[in-house]
């Protein structure tokens, strides 16, 4: 498995609604407040990075922005899971699995073992 520290980092959700909403659309941080219904502080802290994408804060963006929860929820957790790969990730890899994962053959059985489970029975 590659390192988190060599891996590219996923979009920051502050730097997508900075570039793709703010700067294209000419939103003031006023106006994409009073659009939302939060204060100039919430979005300063989201265009910041000093506040994170919640559900609700998802929810509310989607309608604003013609997009949708999803899309912020998976920028957000994208992001998340970066940093805490690069800030966990050594410490994580040092705990022993209670199970080990299961590989490829364990998953897709070949087609020889699958033969006949769907066979009719005649009723009777």
């Known amino acids: 498995m590659v390192s988190a520290a060599f891996m590219a980092a996923p979009p920051r959700p502050a730097d997508v609604l900075k570039r793709h909403f703010m700067t294209l659309d000419s939103v003031t941080q006023q106006g994409l407040a009073d659009a939302l219904g939060v204060s100039r502080l919430t979005v300063s802290e989201l265009l910041n990075d000093k506040r994170a994408i919640t559900a609700p804060m998802?929810?509310?963006?989607?309608?604003?922005?013609?997009t949708d929860a999803e899309f912020w929820l998976n920028l957000q957790l994208g992001w998340d899971l970066h940093r805490a790969r690069l800030?966990?990730?050594d410490e994580a890899a040092q705990l022993v699995p209670l199970r080990q994962r299961p590989t490829q053959d364990d998953v897709v059985r070949p087609a020889a073992d699958r033969r006949g489970r769907f066979k009719s029975t005649p009723a009777g």
């Open 87 to 89: 800030d966990h990730g």
């Open 58 to 66: 998802a929810l509310r963006l989607a309608q604003v922005l013609g």
